[in-house]
């Protein structure tokens, strides 16, 4: 069941397009992103590098400057310590390159997901102490780590945090109160009193803006900047950061350099999922490139993911990149075995009139759960939470829908939770196996989400008739790019086209191509991918249908054509 519904914002879309020589559709699709008033529109259109916030507004990163760079040049022995995931992967490649380039004797440890668990724990402090490190940089995580960083300062270590993930907090009477490690320096955004206006930068990027207010200090040509855009642009994709304002401009930056990289590790990553020589879209990330790049941290260790952009020769990072293509291929079909699992699970038991899932897969690989928790959250629209039996304790992720905030609800079940860490759209924890139930049950009872709200909501930009679209209309669409989490794809729509002809093929046979005729008489091809048999009986059995569609020019054997690519129907 879907409920679909029509954006309808106001705006002068003739006069927007007029003055910026789009399209009045593109004009609407814009407006329909909030993007509003001279200033933004331009930015929107035609942003630059130069238009991106400068880290001096990032709290304590002065301060983080003046350690970091007294530890450089006293040849302080640092460490760096990350994450397993692409964020905390690329967080850790960009402070280790741009450390390693200022002359810092540093090196690296990206916590295990089985043996060590997310982030910063007291048995690496320990053994950084025994390693003679003075000073522990994080990346993507130590936010949450207090405890842990007042082990380290008790045992007389300097520690910098830099993380970008929801600041730990207690509700009371009084208020909210936010709890702080006690490190040297944090530099977080969504620190409330933090003034840098971006709150939702992903990991690798603070990492970027820290590298960058070292470089600056240290005098360093700006060109070297440069190399940390392509690493920041997977990471803001991969850790599904919204693009808007600055993070699309990095990402769009990041996509035009990246079929140009001189990175070795990444041109033969490229090179091994097939797409060298090709445009590269925020898709490839997200669904091909990043996913490798996480393979490693899910199924062996983020060591190698981390090798793989550290690479200085060619014929190593062929092997790399061939390594976690076929451990993300390994993984696509364990991820297949345990979604299935799961959904048995859901619809022959009481978890499928829960408003939170909780689903509780005991011998599911832990490092899976997110992805099956997505999964199961695109098929129901329920937040949900896949939990997994761990080395000590079980472990789980949770992803969420637009109108829960995971992390602030798993807050509120503090007294279950071993540990725990995330987002609004995703989270972390640990729980011990006698608290499941007692910590489904607090979850429904706090939630607040109704049965509308649990009704997938299919967002249409502008209702076009297929007669409206041309080349031109469809070029312009690019400049729209890239698309993802708060700069969705747009979607149009249109009522009542008569189905003149229904084929399906493919090598699975999962696609359908028909050809449609709307009420003016303008006939154009589409295609439909997915339960293929199912949407070619119903185009058979109905007169009309009505679609949600992206247009598109397909290009066959040296001819161009208009076609849309169906979404949805009814």
């Given at each position: 069941?879907?409920?679909?519904?029509?954006?309808?914002?106001?705006?002068?879309?003739?006069?927007?397009?007029?003055?910026?020589?789009?399209?009045?559709?593109?004009?609407?699709?814009?407006?329909?992103?909030?993007?509003?008033?001279?200033?933004?529109?331009?930015?929107?259109?035609?942003?630059?590098?130069?238009?991106?916030?400068?880290?001096?507004?990032?709290?304590?990163?002065?301060?983080?400057?003046?350690?970091?760079?007294?530890?450089?040049?006293?040849?302080?022995?640092?460490?760096?310590?990350?994450?397993?995931?692409?964020?905390?992967?690329?967080?850790?490649?960009?402070?280790?390159?741009g450390f390693k380039r200022l002359g810092a004797n540093v090196d690296t440890y990206i916590p295990d997901r089985v043996a060590d668990g997310y982030g910063i724990h007291d048995h690496l402090i320990k053994k950084a102490m025994e390693d003679g490190i003075d000073t522990i940089v994080t990346c993507d995580n130590g936010i949450s780590a207090s405890s842990q960083i007042t082990y380290a300062k008790e045992l007389g270590m300097t520690v910098v945090v830099t993380d970008h993930h929801e600041v730990p907090f207690t509700d009371t009477e009084e208020g909210r109160t936010y709890i702080l490690p006690p490190a040297d320096a944090i530099i977080n955004p969504k620190q409330a009193d933090c003034t840098y206006p971006n709150k939702n930068i992903c990991g690798a990027v603070v990492a970027?803006?820290?590298?960058?207010?070292?470089?600056?200090?240290?005098?360093?040509?700006?060109?070297?900047?440069?190399?940390?855009?392509?690493?920041?642009?997977?990471?803001?994709?991969?850790?599904?950061?919204?693009?808007?304002?600055?993070?699309?401009?990095?990402?769009?930056?990041?996509?035009?350099?990246?079929?140009?990289?001189?990175?070795?590790?990444?041109?033969?990553?490229?090179?091994?999922?097939?797409?060298?020589?090709?445009?590269?879209?925020?898709?490839?990330?997200?669904?091909?490139?990043?996913?490798?790049?996480?393979?490693?941290?899910?199924?062996?260790?983020?060591?190698?993911?981390?090798?793989?952009?550290?690479?200085?020769?060619?014929?190593?990072?062929?092997?790399?990149?061939?390594?976690?293509?076929?451990?993300?291929?390994?993984?696509?079909?364990?991820?297949?075995?345990?979604?299935?699992?799961?959904?048995?699970?859901?619809?022959?038991?009481?978890?499928?009139?829960?408003?939170?899932?909780?689903?509780?897969?005991?011998?599911?690989?832990?490092?899976?759960?997110?992805?099956?928790?997505?999964?199961?959250?695109?098929?129901?629209?329920?937040?949900?939470?896949?939990?997994?039996?761990?080395?000590?304790?079980?472990?789980?992720?949770?992803?969420?829908?637009?109108?829960?905030?995971?992390?602030?609800?798993?807050?509120?079940?503090?007294?279950?939770?071993?540990?725990?860490?995330?987002?609004?759209?995703?989270?972390?924890?640990?729980?011990?196996?006698?608290?499941?139930?007692?910590?489904?049950?607090?979850?429904?009872?706090?939630?607040?989400?109704?049965?509308?709200?649990?009704?997938?909501?299919?967002?249409?930009?502008?209702?076009?008739?297929?007669?409206?679209?041309?080349?031109?209309?469809?070029?312009?669409?690019?400049?729209?790019?890239?698309?993802?989490?708060?700069?969705?794809?747009?979607?149009?729509?249109?009522?009542?086209?008569?189905?003149?002809?229904?084929?399906?093929?493919?090598?699975?046979?999962?696609?359908?191509?028909?050809?449609?005729?709307?009420?003016?008489?303008?006939?154009?091809?589409?295609?439909?991918?997915?339960?293929?048999?199912?949407?070619?009986?119903?185009?058979?059995?109905?007169?009309?249908?009505?679609?949600?569609?992206?247009?598109?020019?397909?290009?066959?054997?040296?001819?161009?054509?208009?076609?849309?690519?169906?979404?949805?129907?009814?």
């Amino acid at each position: 069941m879907e409920k679909w519904v029509v954006t309808a914002k106001k705006a002068d879309f003739q006069g927007i397009g007029r003055k910026y020589g789009i399209d009045p559709v593109i004009a609407r699709i814009i407006r329909n992103r909030d993007i509003t008033g001279d200033e933004a529109i331009e930015e929107y259109l035609n942003g630059t590098l130069a238009d991106i916030p400068s880290w001096k507004l990032l709290k304590d990163i002065d301060k983080a400057v003046e350690i970091i760079s007294g530890k450089i040049d006293a040849g302080t022995k640092m460490r760096i310590i990350g994450d397993y995931d692409i964020d905390g992967v690329t967080a850790t490649y960009i402070l280790l390159k741009g450390f390693k380039r200022l002359g810092a004797n540093v090196d690296t440890y990206i916590p295990d997901r089985v043996a060590d668990g997310y982030g910063i724990h007291d048995h690496l402090i320990k053994k950084a102490m025994e390693d003679g490190i003075d000073t522990i940089v994080t990346c993507d995580n130590g936010i949450s780590a207090s405890s842990q960083i007042t082990y380290a300062k008790e045992l007389g270590m300097t520690v910098v945090v830099t993380d970008h993930h929801e600041v730990p907090f207690t509700d009371t009477e009084e208020g909210r109160t936010y709890i702080l490690p006690p490190a040297d320096a944090i530099i977080n955004p969504k620190q409330a009193d933090c003034t840098y206006p971006n709150k939702n930068i992903c990991g690798a990027v603070v990492a970027m803006k820290l590298v960058f207010a070292l470089y600056e200090k240290y005098r360093l040509p700006e060109e070297e900047k440069e190399d940390f855009l392509e690493p920041a642009a997977i990471a803001t994709v991969g850790d599904i950061m919204d693009l808007q304002g600055e993070n699309r401009i990095l990402v769009k930056e990041g996509l035009a350099r990246l079929p140009f990289t001189k990175n070795k590790g990444l041109k033969a990553l490229i090179r091994a999922i097939g797409l060298e020589d090709q445009k590269i879209t925020s898709y490839d990330i997200g669904f091909r490139l990043g996913p490798c790049i996480n393979a490693s941290g899910r199924l062996d260790t983020a060591m190698r993911s981390l090798a793989l952009l550290q690479s200085e020769d060619e014929e190593e990072a062929a092997k790399l990149a061939g390594d976690l293509k076929a451990l993300n291929d390994s993984r696509k079909a364990l991820t297949e075995k345990g979604t299935e699992k799961a959904y048995k699970l859901i619809e022959s038991s009481n978890l499928k009139n829960d408003r939170v899932m909780v689903v509780f897969l005991p011998e599911c690989h832990e490092s899976l759960a997110g992805i099956i928790a997505g999964r199961i959250r695109e098929k129901y629209h329920k937040p949900t939470f896949v939990l997994t039996r761990g080395e000590k304790s079980l472990k789980g992720s949770g992803r969420s829908t637009e109108n829960y905030s995971m992390y602030e609800e798993l807050v509120k079940c503090d007294s279950l939770l071993v540990q725990y860490g995330g987002h609004p759209m995703a989270a972390g924890l640990s729980i011990e196996e006698e608290n499941v139930e007692k910590f489904r049950q607090t979850l429904n009872d706090n939630c607040t989400l109704t049965e509308e709200d649990m009704i997938p909501k299919i967002v249409i930009d502008v209702p076009m008739p297929i007669s409206y679209i041309n080349e031109e209309l469809v070029e312009q669409l690019s400049i729209l790019e890239p698309f993802g989490k708060g700069n969705t794809k747009p979607l149009f729509a249109q009522k009542n086209l008569r189905v003149l002809k229904v084929e399906i093929y493919g090598k699975t046979q999962n696609t359908v191509k028909l050809q449609l005729r709307d009420p003016s008489g303008a006939v154009m091809d589409g295609l439909y991918w997915g339960e293929a048999k199912e949407f070619a009986d119903f185009a058979r059995s109905h007169e009309t249908i009505s679609v949600t569609y992206y247009p598109r020019i397909n290009s066959y054997m040296g001819r161009e054509s208009l076609q849309i690519v169906i979404q949805n129907y009814c």
